[in-house]
Each structure stands twice: as structure tokens, then as C-alpha cells.
T-cell receptor
Framework: EAGVTQSPTHLIKTRGQQATLRCSPISGHTSVYWYQQALGLGLQFLLWYDEGEERNRGNFPPRFSGRQFPNYSSELNVNALELEDSALYLC????????????FGNGTRLTVT | DAKTTQPTSMDCAEGRAANLPCNHSTISGNEYVYWYRQIHSQGPQYIIHGLKNNETNEMASLIITEDRKSSTLILPHATLRDTAVYYCIVRPSAGYALNFGKGTSLLVTP
């Protein structure tokens, strides 16, 4: 079974630019979650999508946005990049039940210069 | 959300059982306990989860106290590759996202 895949592995952007990160969930999973892990900090919940709808959002500004496509893959967009956005961005997927565990990809390392 | 408390760090000798405790005294009756681990610069790896009963899989065992206020993750025969940060998480009943705390940094030594 293929795991959660994320692309690109690394991304370097300049302050003020936009970044797009992509995630393909495990086959059969309908929920996708996005997390941010800045260096030396914990995982912070960003967004949760299920069946194409945004279900929940963490404490992040509106310039962090995303969407989920009909095939359940997902994009995370970060507009007007700031230096503090440099972090590992992790995507996870699960079945759409509360007892279903999240399975994580290995992330996209975003560096903002 | 129910808060969890874990020791900051623990050591374990290779080949011995690693017992990682977690306190979740404010857990609600329908909230699950999840355990994950993260090896440096990789995504968190799911280990095990449970509601009331003890659970076992190929990776670990989860022991939940009868009052559900605490749990213990047991790695029966720790190896050097088990060195990681281990997170105990209580999944909220509303909203399915997991809220990661600081976890326990487990060091397995030869």
C-alpha cells in the first residue's frame, strides 16, 4: 500500500512570493490534514479537509489556504510568504471516522529567504 | 481538548522494554488515546490507539487505566531504531485533527 506522498520534497521561495504544496492521500482515505512544524517547535494543526470541504482550521492567518480535489488529493497554498513560514509542512490522511488514525507523509521543507 | 502530560525525556537499554507513561486526567468518555512517534525530520508514525481496552499490535502495547486518566505505551524489546519523540494525544470528540504536544524524547542506548 502506497503511503501519503508529498511534493515537492524541498521548496525555496523569496519573501512575498506564493508557495503551493501538494499531497496525495492513501488510497481510500477521504480526509486530508495539513500541519506546520517550524524548526525546534511542535506540530501545529493548519487545515482539515474531508470530502472536498474544509472542516476545521487551526490558528493561522487567511494567507494559508488550500483545497481538496475530487480524487481527494490536496493543495496547500501560502501567499505573501514571510521568513517565519520556513518550516516542514506535513500532510496526513485518514478514513472519515473519528477512530481512524492519521497517516503522515514525510513533508515538504519550505525555506523562505 | 483534553490535555496530556508526558515526561520530557526517558532512556532505555536496547533489548529491554520501554514503558512510556502519559497522564490525561481530563479525558472524556468518548475520546480516543493515540500514540505517534517522530524520528528526526520525518513525518510522525502512527503506533497505536485505544478507547477503553488495552490494545496490542506488531509495534507496541497500549495499557489504559480503568478510570482512563492515564495510559502507558510499551515497546516490548526496544532497539536503537526506536529512538524518537513519542507523542501521546487525546483526540477531541469534535473535530478530528490531532493536537500534538511536546512528547517524550526516548533514547535507546546500546
Amino acid at each position: 500500500e502506497a503511503g501519503v506522498t508529498q511534493s515537492p520534497t524541498h521548496l525555496i521561495k523569496t519573501r512575498g512570493q506564493q508557495a503551493t504544496l501538494r499531497c496525495s492521500p492513501i488510497s481510500g482515505h477521504t480526509s486530508v490534514y495539513w500541519y506546520q512544524q517550524a524548526l525546534g517547535l511542535g506540530l501545529q494543526f493548519l487545515l482539515w479537509y474531508d470530502e472536498g470541504e474544509e472542516r476545521n482550521r487551526g490558528n493561522f492567518p487567511p494567507r494559508f489556504s488550500g483545497r481538496q480535489f475530487p480524487n481527494y488529493s490536496s493543495e496547500l497554498n501560502v501567499n505573501a510568504l514571510e521568513l517565519e513560514d520556513s518550516a516542514l509542512y506535513l500532510c496526513a490522511s485518514s478514513f472519515g471516522q473519528r477512530s481512524s488514525p492519521l497517516h503522515f507523509g514525510n513533508g515538504t521543507r519550505l525555506t523562505v529567504t | 481538548d483534553a490535555k496530556t502530560t508526558q515526561p520530557t525525556s526517558m532512556d532505555c537499554a536496547e533489548g529491554r522494554a520501554a514503558n512510556l507513561p502519559c497522564n490525561h486526567s481530563t479525558i472524556s468518555g468518548n475520546e480516543y488515546v493515540y500514540w505517534y512517534r517522530q524520528i528526526h525530520s520525518q513525518g510522525p508514525q502512527y503506533i497505536i490507539h485505544g478507547l477503553k481496552n488495552n490494545e496490542t499490535n506488531e509495534m507496541a502495547s497500549l495499557i489504559i487505566t480503568e478510570d482512563r486518566k492515564s495510559s502507558t505505551l510499551i515497546l516490548p524489546h526496544a532497539t536503537l531504531r526506536d529512538t524518537a519523540v513519542y507523542y501521546c494525544i487525546v483526540r477531541p470528540s469534535a473535530g478530528y485533527a490531532l493536537n500534538f504536544g511536546k512528547g517524550t524524547s526516548l533514547l535507546v542506548t546500546p
